[in-house]
C-alpha cells in the first residue's frame, strides 16, 4: 500500500468518524429508533471507489467499532455492524455488477444499513412489531441513499483526478 | 445517474409502498379488532394471572399455591366463577358478568376477576 | 436529469407525509408517542386489603400513573381507619378498638380522636334508630360470628346459638358503659364483659371522613366504595351524575340489579341485606345483620338501600331500618330529612320511601 494511500484511509477514517459524531448530535428525531441519515456512508462509498473493497470495508468496521465505543454502548455497536456489514455486502455486489452508477450503489447500501439494523434489533427485543418501522426506514435509506451518492459521485471524480490514485 | 438507478429507487420505493400498504391496512383491521376487544383479566393479589378473551368459551382451573382454587368458566360472553375452595362461596353466588369494569370479587381466594374493555354499561359503581 | 429532480421532489414529499403520518401514530398504531391522554379518562382501582372487603375508586386521569398516586392518597387514608377500627387485629404502637375491648373493665385507653369521633357518632345514631344501632351489642354479635364462621366452614355441622347463652350475653350490651372522656382523649369499657362492634357504623363513617378528606384536597370526580358504602365526590367528568346500581339480593335471579340511581355531589348508596354474609342452618338462611330486640338475624327483607348525604349515617340507617318493620322504618326515613331508603322483600316486592323515585334512572 502507498503511503498516501494509507494517509487518505486514515483521512478517511477521521471523517466518518467526525460525520458520525455530527450525526450523533443532531438526530433525525422521528420517534424511530435507528433511523439515520447515514452520512458516514459518503465516506465508506469514497472509498469503496477509490481505495478498493478491502480498504473500504477495513474502514467501514474501524468506523462502528470507534464511534461504539465512544459515544454508544454495545447494543448499539451491534446494530451498528449488522447494518455495516449488511450495507457494505449489498454496495460491493452492487459496485462488482456494474448495473448501477454511484448513485444506484449508494441507495443499496442506504437501504440495506437499515434492513440489518432492523432485523438484529428485531432478534435482540424479541419483537417483531419492529417491522412496521422497516417501510419507513428503507425510503429513508433510499432517499439518503440518493442525496449521498451523488454527493460521492463528485467527491469521487475530483479525489481521482486530484489524488491519481 | 444511470437508467439502472432509477430503475432500482422505482422498484425499492414501490415494493416498500406495497408493502407499507398491506401493513397499515392489517394494522387498521387488527386495531379496530381489539379495540372492540374485551378481555377478562384474572389477578391474584394485584399480581395479573391470567387474561382470556371474552369471546371464546373456556373453563379455566385458578389453583393458588395454597392449594385453594376457583374455577372460571367464560361462556356466550359471561364470565363467572362456578366452583371455589372458599367457604363464603361469594364469588360463585356472584351475578355472571359480561360488561367493562364488571367484576367479581373472591376475598379469601384474593381473586379478582374484570373484564377489560368491550361493552360499557352506564353505571359507575355498583351496591354489594 | 428533469426525471431525477422530479423523483427527488417525489421523495421528499413522501417523507414528510411519512413522518407526519409517524408522529400522528396513524399508520404505526396508537403508542408512539407514550400513553398520555389530552382528555382525562376514567380509572378504577381496587383493592382487597381493606376492612375485609372489597374498595372501588372511580376516578378520573391524564394518565395511570396520576390516576394512581391519587388512588394511593385514597387508599393510604382508608388504611388508617381500617387500622384504628379493626376489632380482631393488633397493631404495632396503635391502640384500636380491639385494644379498647381487651381493656374492657381494666382501664381507659388512650385512642386517636378518629375513634372517639366514631364512638360519638355511633352512640348518636343509637339515640337516633332507638337502639337498632348499638356497637355495644359486640358480645352478642361475636357468638353470631363464632357460629357463622364455624357453620360455613362445616356446612353439615351448622348450627344457631341457643337463646340462653344469647341472652346472657346481651347483659352487656349498655352503649351507657362505653365512657368517653374526650378531654383526656381515652375510652373505656366499664363493663368487663362487653365488647365493641363497629361493623355498622365503621366503613361508612370512614368513607364519610376520607370523601371529606378528599374534598379538603381539593379533589374532584371521585367515586368511592368501600364493600358497597358507595359515595360520590362531584359527578362523571362530563358534568353528569354518577350512576349507581343496586345489587339484587335474589342471586338466583337473572336480573344482576334491581334498581339504578344518580347520586348528586356528597350523596351516598348503601344496602343491606342477608345476601351479603350468611350461612344456612337447615336450610334456613341467617344473616350477619342481628336485630338488637330478639337477638337474632332480622329476616323481613331481602334488603333495604338507603340514599342520603352522609356515608357514616347511610351505613348505620341501612342496619337500623333492615331491623324495623316496614311501617316503623317508613315513618323513621320519612320523618329524617334528606333520608331515602328502598325496602326489597324476598318475592322481589319494592317498596319506596316518600322521594327515593325522584333518583332512579327511568
Known sequence: ?165 | ?128 | MNRIKAASILLVVLLIVFIVAVQSGKIFGSKVDGTDSSEEIKYTATFLDIFDTRTEIVGYAHNETEFSNQAEIIKERLVFYNNLYDIYNDYDGLNNIKTINDNAGIAPVEVDEEIINLLKFSKDMYKKTNGKVNVAMGSVLSIWHEYREYGSDNPERASLPNMAELQAANEHVNIDDVIIDEEAKTVYLADPEMSLDVGSTGKGYAVQRVMDYCREQGMDNILLSLGGNISGLGTRIDGTQFRIAIQNPDLSSSEEYIEKVDINDGQCVVSSGDYQRYYVVDDKVYCHIINPDTLFPSETFAAVSILTDDSGAADALSTAVYNMTLEEGMEFVNSLDNVEAMWVYHDGTKVYSEHFEESIVK
Open chain 1, 1 to 165: 500500500m502507498k503511503t498516501n494511500k494509507i494517509a487518505f484511509l486514515g483521512l478517511l477514517v477521521a471523517l466518518a468518524f467526525v460525520l458520525s459524531y455530527v450525526e450523533f448530535l443532531l438526530p433525525l428525531n422521528i420517534g424511530i429508533p435507528g433511523a439515520k441519515v447515514g452520512l458516514a456512508n459518503l465516506v465508506v462509498m469514497v472509498a469503496l471507489y477509490t481505495l478498493g473493497t478491502k480498504n473500504a470495508f477495513l474502514l467501514s468496521i474501524v468506523r462502528v467499532v470507534l464511534v461504539g465505543l465512544t459515544f454508544g454502548n454495545l447494543a448499539m455497536m451491534i446494530y451498528s455492524l449488522a447494518g455495516a456489514g449488511l450495507s457494505f455486502l449489498a454496495m460491493v455486489i452492487g459496485k462488482k455488477t456494474k448495473l448501477f452508477s454511484v448513485t444506484g450503489v449508494s441507495v443499496l447500501g442506504g437501504v440495506c444499513h437499515n434492513i440489518g439494523q432492523i432485523i438484529v434489533a428485531m432478534f435482540v427485543l424479541e419483537t417483531s412489531s419492529l417491522i412496521y418501522y422497516l417501510p419507513f426506514l428503507i425510503v429513508i435509506g433510499t432517499v439518503s441513499g440518493i442525496v449521498i451518492g451523488v454527493l460521492s459521485g463528485m467527491i469521487i471524480s475530483r479525489i481521482q483526478k486530484l489524488f491519481k490514485i
Open chain 2, 1 to 128: 445517474m444511470k437508467k439502472n438507478d432509477i430503475i432500482l429507487i422505482a422498484v425499492i420505493l414501490v415494493i416498500t409502498l406495497g408493502g407499507l400498504a398491506s401493513m397499515a391496512f392489517r394494522q387498521k383491521a387488527s386495531t379496530e379488532d381489539t379495540a372492540d376487544k374485551a378481555y377478562v383479566l384474572v389477578k391474584i393479589d394485584g399480581e395479573e394471572y391470567g387474561r382470556y378473551p371474552l369471546d371464546e368459551d373456556r373453563q379455566e382451573r385458578i389453583e393458588l399455591p395454597d392449594g385453594s382454587y376457583n374455577v372460571l368458566v367464560i361462556e356466550d360472553g359471561y364470565v363467572q366463577i362456578s366452583e371455589a375452595s372458599c367457604r363464603d362461596q361469594i364469588c360463585v353466588n356472584h351475578f355472571h358478568i359480561h360488561y367493562a369494569g364488571d367484576a367479581i370479587v373472591c376475598l379469601p381466594n384474593r381473586l379478582v376477576v374484570t373484564i377489560e374493555g368491550g361493552e360499557e354499561n352506564d353505571i359507575d359503581s355498583a351496591t354489594n
